[in-house]
């Protein structure tokens, strides 16, 4: 299996405005439609691509503030993977 590109990342935070302020304002990213999920969130993109999803969490476990939840790359090869 070989990675082609990075998709996104999955950021949980006690702070979704926050958060969201700082990768809008200060990186530029724009603020998008995300799905009406049962949890606070936002969803940032990279022109046309998703690039940070936030996940809004009362308690982020093993952090005070912030924990990255996941992240995902487009891969080649899956076939050939055990």
């Known amino acids: 299996m070989s ?3 990075f998709d996104h ?3 949980r ?8 302020s700082f990768y809008t304002e200060v990186l530029g ?3 998008a439609w995300r799905p009406d999920f049962s949890f606070p969130g936002s969803s940032l993109y990279l022109a046309d691509r998703p690039l940070i999803h ?3 969490v009362d308690i982020t476990p093993g952090a005070t503030e912030v924990c990255i939840e996941h992240g995902n790359f487009r891969t ?3 076939n050939a993977f055990p």
């Not at 935070?13 to 969201?20: G, L, N, R, S, W």
Request: charged share 20%.
């Open 3 to 5: 990675v082609i590109d």
């Open 54 to 56: 936030l996940r809004g």
């Open 76 to 78: 080649t090869g899956l």
């Open 9 to 11: 990342i999955n950021i």
């Open 29 to 31: 990213l724009e603020k």
């Open 13 to 20: 935070t006690t702070d979704v405005a926050a958060m969201t």
